[in-house]
């Protein structure tokens, strides 16, 4: 049974940093593609960053240069490294999964998702 849990999460001025992280365990697969994505009140959910099992990375346009994503494949976690944010980018994230080594943007290719923290940028 596959498990993704969130931490890291919390409020923020504008112009500050956030890092967050997600645990997995129970994956099988041993090339997945892990993501974030995020969901405002009222808006669907956007992907914002992908990681493939070589380290490759596909960002957003929105959050390109702003954030980073990283994994440590042996603790089995991925993180957000969120930097330069701004009110536009509060948002509960969620950390999810892919059992195919092939990235995308799209949450409809990812079966995998954990619970969401929420982020809060203030003006």
């Known amino acids: 049974q596959v498990q993704l849990v969130e931490s890291g999460g919390g409020s923020v001025q504008a112009g500050g940093s956030l890092r967050l992280s997600c645990g997995a365990s129970?994956?099988?697969?041993?090339?997945?593609?892990m993501a974030w994505f995020r969901q405002a009140p009222g808006k669907e959910r956007e992907g914002v960053a992908t990681?493939?099992?070589?380290?490759?990375?596909l960002y957003a346009d929105s959050v390109r240069g702003r954030f980073t994503i990283s994994q440590d494949n042996a603790k089995n976690s991925l993180y957000l490294q969120m930097n330069s944010l701004k009110p536009e980018d509060t948002a509960v994230y969620y950390c999810?999964?892919?059992?195919?080594?092939?990235?995308?943007?799209?949450?409809?290719?990812?079966?995998?998702w954990g619970q969401g923290t929420q982020v809060t940028v203030s003006s």
């Open positions: 129970g994956f099988t697969y041993s090339r997945p593609c």
């Open positions: 999810a999964a892919r059992g195919y080594y092939y990235c995308s943007l799209r949450p409809t290719d990812f079966g995998y």
């Open positions: 990681i493939d099992y070589i380290g490759r990375t």
